[in-house]
């Protein structure tokens, strides 16, 4: 069974900083590339980042460069997304996922991100 379970998320002031994690099991998590997205309140998905089973190649959501970094730890089965300079922008759930047969797989329940002044 998949289970992706994101963690890290907290109330920050803006400029702060947080560090995501999320925990893969269920599948071969070193053959997939991972992303992060995100949802706002009351709004759709959106992509944030993502890197490569190996983690050599990452790219960014326009707005995030410069201030979010992905990384993963192939041996923990665990992708993060450590994010600085938080705005209040940037409130909102962030999952996890990979893209199997051009599908993203089962969602978690995500961690909740909100930047108050």
């Known amino acids: 069974e998949v289970q992706l379970v994101e963690s890290g998320g907290d109330l920050v002031q803006p400029g702060g900083s947080l560090r995501l994690s999320c925990a893969a099991s269920?599948?071969?998590?070193?053959?997939?590339?991972m992303h992060w997205v995100r949802q706002a309140p009351g709004k759709g998905l959106e992509w944030v980042s993502v890197i490569t089973r190996n983690g050599g190649i990452t790219a960014y959501a326009e707005s995030m460069k410069g201030r979010f970094t992905i990384s993963r730890d192939n041996a923990k089965n665990t992708v993060y997304l450590q994010m600085n300079n938080l705005k209040p922008e940037d409130t909102a759930a962030y999952y996890c996922?990979?893209?199997?047969?051009?599908?993203?797989?089962?969602w978690g329940r995500g961690t909740q991100v909100t930047v108050y002044s």
């Open positions: 996922n990979t893209l199997r047969d051009g599908a993203f797989l089962q």
């Open positions: 269920g599948f071969a998590f070193d053959d997939y590339a």
